[in-house]
């Protein structure tokens, strides 16, 4: 039985820690779907715990719930919703992150190998303005980006390979207040990015990934992600926007997945990422210096099939 696999990673990823990070700004971590060349409906729910170490030695837990349904022939819809949790030196937050919500459509398919189309968005479920003892806090701290963002992606797979490049737009800017104060001077290690009213590039993602099988039970995957900031961010002070000087380019990262499937309805996942480059300025808040995550997928209705679990990383 033929699928379809889409992998879209973005600036980011959530599986891997990344210097961007992809699965936070969405383009990473949509499109992770399998979609069948038959008409039997197929329903999958999946559950990811991950742990990221952010700016100034952070640590950023997430869960992430995610839905996805075939509705058509080789066309799925996927939802997911994370609930995050950040402890750091500022103090600790807490909260649901952005829905993502994508559509994916297989649009040429051979024997070989299959194109497919990514069209979603990630919807802010808060302004990015948290706040602690009346402080705003930066970035790192929020568990929005306060945007709305469309994101568009396009997908080739084979058997051994896969490629998938993304795009991601944010409309207008988030109402994060953070600027470091001007009447204290503050140590380094409390020095976060600034990212008052912050207005993000957009980003440009490529995903090459090589797929192992070992068995029938045991399957690797591993690969490398640029993603590409296009413009300068910029934030707003004293009521003006001024460009951030570092944050367009590119960062690089690499990662590595492991599924074990467990049953016929169900698969484990292990999965790392780490950046091997930068970009100098990450008002974001995406910033991850490694991140792991471990999850389970199971398939609820449809015709048994090995899984295809895509992984996906964070800025």
């Known amino acids: 039985m033929q699928k379809l696999s889409v992998v879209i990673l973005f600036i980011l990823a959530n599986f891997s820690a990344f210097s961007q990070g992809c699965s936070d700004a969405g383009a990473c971590s949509v499109g992770a779907l399998d979609l069948k060349s038959d008409e039997s409906p197929q329903l999958t729910l999946e559950y990811s715990q991950s742990i990221g170490l952010a700016d100034k030695e952070s640590l950023v837990f997430g869960s992430e719930l995610g839905i996805s349904q075939t509705l058509l022939p080789k066309t799925q819809i996927e939802v997911r919703i994370p609930y995050l949790i950040t402890v750091g030196n500022l103090g600790s937050t807490s909260g649901v992150g952005d829905l993502l919500l994508t559509l994916t459509k297989g649009i040429y398919t051979t024997e070989k190998s ?32 306060g945007t709305n963002d469309l994101i568009l992606g396009l997908a080739w797979q084979s058997e051994k390979w896969s490629i998938s490049a993304g795009w991601q737009h944010s409309f207008g800017n988030n109402l994060n207040e953070y600027l470091h104060p001007d009447s204290v001077e503050l140590p380094k290690r409390k020095q976060y990015y600034e990212s008052a009213y912050l207005d993000r590039g957009d980003d440009l993602m490529i995903r090459i990934q090589r797929t192992e099988k070992l068995n029938e039970e045991n399957t690797i995957r591993f690969g490398f992600l640029p993603i590409y900031r296009m413009q300068e961010d910029q934030i707003k002070r004293n009521g003006v926007y001024e460009k951030l000087p570092g944050s367009s380019g590119i960062t690089y990262n690499v990662f590595f997945n492991w599924d074990r499937k467990l049953s016929k309805s169900s698969v484990f996942n292990l999965s790392l990422g780490v950046p091997v480059h930068a970009r100098e300025y990450r008002a974001d808040g995406l910033t991850r210096t490694v991140i792991v995550s471990a999850g389970i997928r199971m398939m609820l209705t449809g015709e048994d099939d090995d899984f295809y679990h895509g992984t996906q990383y964070i800025d």
Do not use: I
Not at 124 to 145: E, F, H, I, R
């Open 114 to 145: 299959s194109f497919s189309l990514v069209v979603g968005g990630r919807l802010n479920t808060n302004d990015a303005n948290k706040k602690l003892d009346g402080d705003p806090l930066p970035m790192v701290y929020q568990s929005s980006l």
